[in-house]
């Protein structure tokens, strides 16, 4: 297994958000979080690469308990990030925000330069000088992306990736992700519905006031409409 | 036309080393999100090692080399306190950072006169640069056109250094988003640990350039640090930039205000760093969001009023204290009525810290307003006691009037600046409008009226008008007008999507402390029978802070607790160590480090512990609604 959580707990002030989740990522696999608007997918993600301080649960990455490592270091180890709300830095150009993703090579993962990320998001390209600040909702997405790319990682969580996107830029972030598969990285990305996250995904986990609700291929998922229309906005 | 040129070139040359501190200071707040108190401290340290290695090693190169070893030398300190006293804070509420960082100031100071001595030092002339040149028939010292030339050489390389440089891309982008560097696979504890260095190299540099120019003292520190406050608040905070433009700019105020006003030349900074507050309240080139902090609190627990019985008990505290003049004698009663002032005093901050959520780093200048107006009222006009302490108050609440209405329009550590910056002012307008405030020398013969004249005569009054005083400031707490300043504290905008005009209700209150104060102030001029500027120091202001902080920041009275606490500790302590100032800024670092909840704080906690919850039970077991969303 590429990522295996167990029993994740986590709390923001005296909230609890998250009740024994679990899930697991195979080698090369591409794997969809599902759940709807609060449902508790950002706080997984949050939860499994260490922003989320009040925790507890198994953080398994690579065969290794990373669940009390700072976040720095787990990012270090390949496991990327990408936030729902980009946080690209806004100040900072194209390529300046590529150089804060900027890691080491990995040995056995592809290894990432901006001219890579350019072939794969080409608009980013006529805009390497460009301050993040002044970029389309688009644009900025395919950066944030980009930025995680240049750790290397092989691994990568992906939030809300078509979020607030035009149809045909969707359609762009598809094709970059099957990219990233075919280039061995392991995925997980979470959506709202299943219209993005079937196209690219190979399992899913539905996730629900905090708990892991359903677990199973996106056939089967598929077969049980009274599932989806439970738990999945439309 | 040619000395106005002159003067213009002076203050650029001071302008030298006012921008690097402030940019030191601008570059620590962007990325660590903390107002250094420290770094006139280390602009000072600077100043003095520079001396002792340009005193012992003679010629341009150990001018200049020791000038650049005492600067990261004094870097190194800088990044060890950042490692063993900073990282422990960086969580914590700002007042408690820039507590920690004046308690580190406060023991600086006694440890360099350890070191040092408490004389002034002379440092030598820059090799090859001591002369000067005549201009239009005056003289310019070579030495000013080198700093002059300097202040724009490192404004272009610290844009190289942030801009061409992995490091620097790296210090922008934690600047902008702390969490996202880190989860891009930065250690920031190194990122913050280098940039502390470079700021506090930058102040030590700042302190090393002056010494051919002025003396070493020992008090330089604060004089600077008020001076880059005032730099920063104009330019904007961590704005590299803003810190160049409002260095020039503050330095040429200054320059030809003294031709203006040679008496109160800060004035002229003052007005324009208001005008610059009200149509930029982020500064020239800073930012507006600043994204606001929490308030501070630190855990949740709703106040409530006393009890039947907790009444009682206070009564019963103050029967006891009314019936000490029956067994102690004089000296134990003047130390009684000082630690009563000090009670209001701190009641007063504490009401407009807690409740209002405002951390005032200048109240003192309310509690000296208070104390000057009662003098005023009996010097110029001659009236008796009772009078003086109503006519007192007044000059304290139409200063916080003023100054407060400038104040509320920012929060947290800008708030806290710019309180500090307005008490710097008034302390100097009475250091130096000697016709009026006698300077120095103060005012004396303030002599209360003939019943309070003996010591138990003024305890009484003493402890009548705290008393009262207490008791309505806790009065305003439970009132609509305190649920209001605590709705506008806990978050502005709901509170004026409610009907709560916020400001307003802040600069009340800002109003309601300043004028208790002043009745505190007041008291204090008739006890001791003079007022002096330290009335209106910062060392005032900053025991009132830890007053406050020592009684607990979330306590709805604590500071009554921490005013006696520490006033009783501190004139004990005076009269047993010759380090006073170090030994309570250690206890001040202490304090924030490992009490930050005060004494009635600790106590509360420990009043209302729950049992902990059972393993696996959350909040629901306990009662506590679950918040649905999740991010």
């Not at chain 1, 900072?92 to 080491?104: D, P």
């Not at chain 2, 300097?150 to 942030?162: A, I, K, Q, R």
């Not at chain 2, 005012?443 to 009484?460: D, E, H, K, R, V």
């Not at chain 2, 600790?602 to 039970?617: L, Q, S, V």
């Amino acid at each position: 297994m590429k990522l295996e959580v167990s029993g994740l707990n986590s709390f923001y002030g005296q909230a609890h958000i998250l009740f024994d989740v679990g899930f697991e990522v195979g080698e090369g696999e591409v794997v969809a979080l599902l759940g709807r608007n609060g449902a508790g997918k950002s706080t997984s993600f949050r939860s499994v690469v260490g922003l989320v301080p009040n925790r507890s649960g198994k953080v398994v990455f690579e065969g290794e308990d990373v669940s009390r490592l700072p976040p720095y270091e787990i990012a270090r180890r390949g496991l990327g990030y990408v936030p729902e709300d980009r946080r690209i830095f806004t100040e900072l150009t194209v390529e300046e925000n590529f150089e804060v993703g900027r890691q080491e090579a990995r040995p056995g993962v592809a290894t990432w330069m901006p001219e890579r990320i350019y072939a794969l998001f080409p608009n980013l390209g006529e805009m390497r000088k460009r301050p993040g600040g002044h970029m389309s909702g688009g644009e900025q997405q395919m950066l944030t992306i980009g930025r995680t790319l240049m750790g290397n990682p092989s691994m990568v969580l992906l939030d809300e990736p078509s979020e607030g996107l035009a149809p045909k830029i969707v359609e762009q972030m598809a094709d970059a992700i099957m990219t990233m598969k075919k280039e061995g990285l392991s995925i997980v990305i979470s959506e709202q519905n299943l219209h993005f996250a079937k196209l690219i995904s190979d399992r899913a986990y539905i996730i629900e006031k905090g708990r892991i609700r359903f677990s199973g291929t996106i056939g089967e998922l598929e077969a049980n409409p009274e599932i989806r229309d439970a738990y999945l906005a439309v | 036309m040619d000395f106005l040129l002159i003067q213009a070139l002076s203050g650029l040359a001071s302008a030298a080393s006012l921008f690097l501190v402030a940019s030191g200071l601008s570059i620590i707040f962007g990325v660590t999100r903390i107002v250094n108190f420290a770094h006139g401290a280390f602009y000072m340290l600077g100043a003095y090692a520079a001396f002792t290695l340009t005193d012992r090693f003679a010629g341009p190169l150990g001018f200049w080399g020791g000038l650049l070893v005492a600067s990261l030398a004094v870097a190194a300190v800088g990044a060890l306190m950042e490692v063993v006293l900073l990282r422990r804070i960086y969580q914590a509420p700002e007042l408690f950072q820039l507590l920690a960082t004046f308690g580190v100031t406060l023991m600086v100071q006694d440890l360099v006169v350890l070191i040092w001595g408490p004389d002034d030092l002379m440092g030598p002339r820059a090799p090859g640069f001591t002369g000067a040149f005549s201009l239009f028939g005056r003289l310019v010292p070579t030495y000013d056109i080198l700093l002059i030339l300097l202040g724009p050489v490192v404004l272009g390389l610290l844009w190289l250094l942030f801009h061409r440089t992995r490091w620097g891309v790296l210090v922008r982008a934690a600047t902008q988003d702390r969490e996202m560097v880190s989860s891009l696979g930065v250690n920031q504890k190194w990122l913050f640990t280098s940039v502390f260095a470079l700021g506090v190299f930058l102040a030590a540099l700042g302190g090393a350039l002056q010494i051919p120019r002025t003396t070493v003292t020992h008090y330089m520190d604060l004089s600077i640090i008020v001076e880059v406050f005032v730099v920063v608040v104009i330019g904007g905070l961590g704005s590299v930039t803003g810190a160049f433009v409002a260095a020039v700019l503050v330095s040429e105020l200054n320059a030809f205000g003294i031709l203006v006003l040679p008496k109160i030349s800060m004035i002229t900074v003052f007005l324009v760093m208001a005008v610059v507050l009200v149509v930029r309240p982020w500064g020239l080139f800073g930012k507006p969001d600043a994204a606001p902090r929490a308030s501070a609190g630190i855990s949740v627990r709703p106040w409530k009023p006393m009890s039947a019985l907790e009444r009682g008990g206070v009564a019963l505290v103050v029967l006891l204290a009314a019936l000490l003049p029956f067994v102690s004698g004089s000296y134990a009663l003047s130390v009684g009525s000082e630690i009563l002032v000090f009670v209001l005093f701190a009641a007063s901050l504490h009401f407009m810290m807690t409740v209002g959520g405002l951390a005032s780093f200048g109240h003192a200048a309310y509690f000296g307003l208070g104390a000057y107006g009662a003098a005023f009222a009996v010097t110029y006009f001659g009236v008796p006691m009772e009078a003086a302490l109503v006519l007192g108050p007044v000059l304290g609440l139409v200063g916080a009037v003023l100054f407060g209405w400038f104040c509320v329009r920012l929060s947290g550590v800008y708030f806290a600046m710019l309180t500090l910056a307005f008490a710097q002012i008034t302390w100097s307008i009475a250091f130096q409008w000697v016709e009026v405030t006698g300077g120095d020398n103060g005012i004396l013969g303030i002599w209360p009226s003939a019943w309070a004249s003996t010591p138990q005569g003024f305890y009484w009054l003493a402890l009548g008008v705290v008393v009262v005083g207490v008791a309505v400031l806790r009065m305003l707490v439970f009132s609509p007008f305190g649920f209001g300043l605590r709705a506008a504290r806990d978050s502005g905008l709901r509170a004026e999507a409610i009907g709560i005009d916020a400001k307003r209700t802040q600069w009340a209150a800002f109003v309601v402390a300043g004028t208790f104060a002043g009745i505190a102030g007041a008291l204090f001029a008739f006890l001791k029978g003079s007022v002096f500027p330290e009335t209106l120091a910062i060392p005032m202001s900053v025991d009132g802070l830890v007053m406050v902080l020592l009684g607990g920041i979330e306590t709805v009275s604590g500071a009554v607790v921490g005013a006696v606490v520490y006033k009783a500790l501190a004139i004990w302590l005076m009269s047993q160590t010759e380090l006073s100032k170090l030994v309570l800024g250690g206890i001040i670092v202490l304090l924030v480090v490992a009490f930050p909840k005060g004494i009635v704080g600790f106590i509360e906690d420990w009043r209302h512990r729950r049992p902990p919850a059972p393993n696996g039970a959350g909040p629901e077991a306990m009662g506590i609604a679950k918040v649905e969303a999740a991010q």
